[in-house]
């Protein structure tokens, strides 16, 4: 038996080997002793606190394979990747694995190498799962992204209620829920629907005291940004909502000698979106302009500001990307840049893309019948999905159509595959049938099994462009001849570069009626309350913006920041503030607008500034250029 002392001791190696830090932060060490001594935990700590570690960090002390429940597939490969960059064995299932290669992580398990096994909670029901899995030591379950069985939570999944049933049949094994972003009314469902067992419960306040927060109404977004980024050497996030903005914004700053920017969003390849993330994680003033697609896992802690280009569905969302700034504890910014046109158009827009009840089940059941799928069928293989076909039989708006496949995927009834990945094959035919093919097809087939090893035996992964330099044929006319072959039902071939879709549970066209329209109602009410919520924080010009957010959380009693925007401005009007000195300093090195001199001075409130100014040009200090810039007299 290890004593107190030799555990210790082993914890810090571990911490130290693994992860490169020499102590553990806050109530870290406190949770990790909760699951080493086989205790129900539950933790709500904010972004940036460490969450992860609090059970990676067990596992591998633990005997047995770490059961990890995850909301998204994304957040999953993020994870893993990271974990298998430190050295330590990690793998996840998802429904794009094939058998093949779904086999070979569960033998993994069943050896002992595998030390954390990431799932999506809909696998819990699954039958293939659960043989294997009982032949696998499990140490604990660990349920990320906890929030997401509570109906009241921004990203409720009712499949998280299989976790339930999952720990009945597993009562021995402890369980660890985690959330950085839960109500005291999401809390407390999280407790009974998991059926902690008297939990050890561990709560950090949401106040970030190291964040100064800024929201301020702007008409010319790109300037108020190049003006803040003018004068900022240091590594920042700049968070816009479509992929056109990420682009178009970098390259308005490009075109200012902003070459330290750049942009990133899902439709990247996996080689981009690494390349980009990689110099952004490496460098002290790179900044990444993306889609929410970039922050999930991060763990960069000298990012100095998140600039928010426009105001993020939620304010558990909001909360969630500010606190990806200054984890290392030092002073960061949280600039939100919003207009009321843009309030209104997004309250159109949200709108817009909630279908009723029949456009509902007409976008379901459309997706059943493209690709003749029978009732309480479910087909093996993936279907190229056209997106203008559903729109031109549906007659429904792009956005509509979107908004049911992303439920659909979230719910895992289908797998939808909307970004640019490796394209994937599969022979269908036996290799001994080759021969009596047409030659011209038959010569292909050989060209592809000698170019793709192992599509005799499984779904491959490939790049068109590869097999392009291998036998020196043009990229469409390989497309051309696989979607040939695929036809004549020869092979399975499905394009990386388009949408795809993969059916994951068979068809019930009265689940689909009933129960899903029900649970998509309820999602779909949910976005509108949390979006309101949002417009009455960024439209409050009365309260500390730290505060408010604390009030959200539940946090109902704590103090103002005194350092967000609404905090100096409040100052402003019951003291004023002299820094004519200050202004005088700066414009005899250089002239400056007020939104410069605004960033230059700290973001100080540009009200203030301009008295100031008025001041030292009736003194006779400074003069104006021009009807914007200012200089010395």
Same mark, same amino acid.
């Given at each position: 038996m290890?004593?107190?002392?030799?555990?210790?001791?082993l914890?810090s190696?571990t911490l130290k080997?693994?992860?490169g830090?020499?102590g553990?932060?806050?109530?870290q060490?406190?949770i990790?002793d909760? =699951?080493i001594n086989e205790k129900d935990?539950?933790?709500?700590?904010?972004?940036?606190?460490g969450?992860s570690l609090?059970? $990676?960090?067990?596992?591998?002390l633990?005997?047995g394979?770490?059961?990890?429940v995850?909301?998204?597939?994304?957040?999953?490969?993020?994870?893993?990747? /990271?974990l298998?960059s430190?050295?330590?064995?990690a793998e996840?299932l998802?429904?794009?694995?094939?058998e093949?290669d779904?086999?070979?992580?569960?033998?993994?398990?069943k050896e002992?190498l595998?030390?954390l096994l990431?799932i999506?909670?809909?696998?819990?029901?699954?039958?293939?799962?659960?043989?294997n899995i009982e032949?696998?030591s499990l140490?604990f379950i660990?349920?990320?992204e906890?929030?997401c069985?509570?109906?009241?939570?921004q990203?409720?999944?009712?499949s998280?209620q299989n976790i339930k049933?999952?720990r009945?049949?597993?009562?021995?094994?402890p369980?660890?829920? #985690?959330t950085a +972003?839960?109500?005291?009314?999401?809390?407390?469902?999280?407790?009974?629907?998991? !059926?902690?067992?008297?939990?050890?419960?561990f709560q950090k306040?949401?106040?970030?005291?190291?964040i100064?927060i800024? +929201?301020?109404?702007?008409?010319?977004?790109?300037?108020r940004?190049?003006d803040?980024l003018?004068y900022t050497q240091e590594s920042g996030?700049?968070?816009?909502?479509?992929?056109?903005?990420a682009? #178009?914004?970098?390259e308005f700053?490009?075109?200012?000698q902003?070459t330290?920017?750049?942009?990133f969003?899902a439709?990247?390849t996996a080689?981009e979106?690494?390349?980009?993330?990689s &110099?952004?994680?490496?460098?002290n003033r790179?900044?990444l302009?993306s889609?929410?697609?970039?922050?999930?896992g991060?763990?960069?802690d000298?990012?100095?500001f998140?600039i928010?280009?426009?105001?993020s569905?939620?304010l558990e969302?909001y909360?969630?990307?500010?606190g990806?700034?200054g984890?290392?504890?030092?002073?960061?910014?949280?600039?939100?840049l919003?207009? $009321?046109?843009?309030?209104?158009n997004?309250?159109?827009i949200?709108?817009? %893309?909630i279908?009723?009840?029949?456009?509902f089940?007409?976008i379901?059941?459309?997706?059943?019948?493209?690709?003749q799928?029978?009732?309480?069928?479910?087909p093996e293989?993936?279907f190229?999905?056209n997106?203008?076909g559903?729109?031109?039989f549906?007659?429904?708006s792009?956005a509509k159509?979107?908004n049911?496949?992303n439920? #659909?995927h979230? $719910?895992e #009834?289908i797998?939808?595959?909307?970004?640019?990945?490796l394209?994937?094959? %599969?022979?269908?035919?036996k290799p !001994?049938e080759?021969?009596l093919?047409p030659?011209?097809d038959a010569y292909f087939?050989?060209?592809m099994?000698?170019?793709?090893s192992g599509i005799?035996t499984?779904?491959v992964?490939?790049?068109?462009q590869q097999?392009?330099?291998?036998i020196?044929?043009? =990229?469409?006319?390989?497309k051309?001849?696989?979607? &040939?072959? /695929?036809q004549?039902?020869y092979?399975e071939y499905?394009d990386g570069a388009?949408s795809?879709i993969?059916f994951?549970?068979?068809?019930?066209?009265?689940a689909i009626?009933?129960m899903y329209?029900n649970l998509?109602?309820h999602i /779909?009410?949910?976005k509108?309350?949390?979006w &309101?919520?949002?417009?009455?924080?960024?439209e409050?010009?009365?309260?500390c913006?730290?505060?408010?957010?604390l009030?959200?959380?539940?946090?109902?009693?704590?103090k103002?920041?005194?350092?967000?925007s609404?905090?100096?401005?409040n100052?402003?009007?019951v003291?004023?503030?002299?820094i004519?000195?200050q202004?005088?300093?700066?414009?005899?090195?250089q002239?400056c607008t007020?939104e410069?001199?605004?960033v230059?001075?700290?973001?100080?409130p540009?009200?203030n500034i301009l008295?100031?100014?008025i001041?030292?040009?009736?003194?006779?200090?400074?003069?104006?250029?021009?009807?914007r810039?200012y200089?010395?007299a």
């Amino acid at each position: 038996m290890i004593s107190q002392q030799d555990f210790q001791k082993l914890k810090s190696e571990t911490l130290k080997y693994f992860w490169g830090h020499d102590g553990f932060r806050d109530s870290q060490e406190e949770i990790i002793d909760s =699951i080493i001594n086989e205790k129900d935990t539950l933790v709500l700590l904010p972004t940036g606190a460490g969450k992860s570690l609090c059970y $990676q960090l067990p596992a591998l002390l633990k005997e047995g394979t770490c059961l990890v429940v995850s909301p998204l597939l994304a957040l999953m490969k993020d994870q893993v990747s /990271q974990l298998k960059s430190r050295g330590i064995e990690a793998e996840y299932l998802s429904s794009e694995l094939d058998e093949y290669d779904a086999e070979a992580i569960y033998n993994r398990c069943k050896e002992g190498l595998t030390k954390l096994l990431y799932i999506s909670p809909e696998r819990l029901t699954n039958t293939q799962f659960l043989r294997n899995i009982e032949i696998i030591s499990l140490s604990f379950i660990a349920v990320d992204e906890a929030h997401c069985i509570s109906e009241w939570g921004q990203d409720f999944r009712p499949s998280y209620q299989n976790i339930k049933n999952f720990r009945k049949n597993n009562p021995e094994i402890p369980c660890i829920a #985690l959330t950085a +972003t839960a109500t005291p009314k999401v809390l407390e469902e999280i407790k009974i629907k998991l !059926e902690l067992r008297n939990p050890q419960v561990f709560q950090k306040s949401f106040r970030r005291d190291n964040i100064k927060i800024f +929201t301020e109404e702007v008409s010319d977004k790109f300037q108020r940004i190049f003006d803040i980024l003018k004068y900022t050497q240091e590594s920042g996030i700049i968070y816009v909502r479509t992929r056109k903005e990420a682009e #178009l914004l970098t390259e308005f700053l490009h075109k200012n000698q902003m070459t330290h920017v750049d942009f990133f969003h899902a439709g990247l390849t996996a080689k981009e979106k690494n390349r980009k993330q990689s &110099e952004w994680n490496t460098s002290n003033r790179n900044v990444l302009i993306s889609t929410n697609a970039f922050g999930m896992g991060i763990d960069k802690d000298n990012v100095r500001f998140v600039i928010h280009y426009s105001p993020s569905p939620s304010l558990e969302n909001y909360y969630q990307e500010i606190g990806r700034s200054g984890r290392d504890g030092k002073n960061s910014f949280a600039f939100l840049l919003w207009n $009321q046109q843009e309030l209104s158009n997004f309250d159109q827009i949200l709108k817009n %893309q909630i279908p009723g009840k029949d456009e509902f089940i007409t976008i379901v059941t459309y997706l059943y019948s493209i690709f003749q799928v029978a009732e309480y069928e479910l087909p093996e293989k993936s279907f190229q999905l056209n997106m203008r076909g559903i729109q031109n039989f549906t007659r429904l708006s792009s956005a509509k159509i979107k908004n049911v496949l992303n439920f #659909l995927h979230n $719910q895992e #009834l289908i797998y939808h595959n909307d970004h640019k990945s490796l394209s994937s094959l %599969q022979l269908l035919i036996k290799p !001994e049938e080759i021969e009596l093919l047409p030659r011209k097809d038959a010569y292909f087939i050989e060209l592809m099994l000698r170019t793709v090893s192992g599509i005799t035996t499984h779904k491959v992964l490939f790049s068109e462009q590869q097999v392009s330099n291998k036998i020196g044929v043009g =990229i469409p006319l390989i497309k051309d001849r696989l979607k &040939e072959l /695929q036809q004549k039902n020869y092979l399975e071939y499905v394009d990386g570069a388009l949408s795809s879709i993969k059916f994951l549970k068979a068809r019930d066209e009265r689940a689909i009626r009933s129960m899903y329209w029900n649970l998509f109602q309820h999602i /779909q009410k949910n976005k509108v309350q949390k979006w &309101e919520e949002m417009k009455f924080y960024l439209e409050n010009k009365k309260h500390c913006k730290m505060k408010l957010i604390l009030a959200y959380f539940g946090e109902k009693d704590s103090k103002s920041c005194g350092r967000c925007s609404v905090c100096e401005k409040n100052k402003q009007s019951v003291f004023g503030k002299d820094i004519s000195a200050q202004i005088v300093d700066i414009l005899t090195k250089q002239p400056c607008t007020i939104e410069e001199l605004s960033v230059r001075l700290s973001f100080h409130p540009k009200e203030n500034i301009l008295e100031n100014l008025i001041f030292l040009l009736d003194s006779g200090k400074i003069k104006m250029l021009n009807f914007r810039t200012y200089t010395i007299a």
